[in-house]
């Protein structure tokens, strides 16, 4: 089975997650940014995922996980939670 690492942001609102998706692609550090703006707590982590599996994040930020470049920020993504920006660190 597929094992990714991933962090992400969890923000409320698309505007926010714009926002910050532009200061990422400007250099900004996303750990610090996860841990000034995220819902998750995850955020304590700056935004890690740790190792996931397929299956177990909801289907939105599944698909970014499994199927996306590396490296790259992802989103913003809409879940029931909020929006995400998902950056994928490592799949096998």
């Not at 409320?12 to 703006?37: I, M, P, V, Y």
């Not at 490296?71 to 920006?85: C, I, M």
Request: aromatic share 6%.
């Amino acid at each position: 089975m597929p094992l990714a690492m991933a962090r992400h942001i969890l923000v409320k609102t698309q505007n926010e997650a714009e926002q910050l998706k532009q200061k990422l692609a400007k250099g900004a550090d996303f750990a610090l940014l996860a841990k000034k703006h995220s819902l998750c707590p995850s955020k304590k982590r700056g935004g890690s995922l740790g190792e996931v599996r397929p299956g177990q994040m909801v289907r939105a930020v599944d698909q970014v996980i499994f199927k996306k470049p590396l490296n790259q920020v992802h989103g913003p993504v809409k879940t029931q939670f909020g929006y995400h920006l998902i950056e994928v660190v490592f799949r096998d």
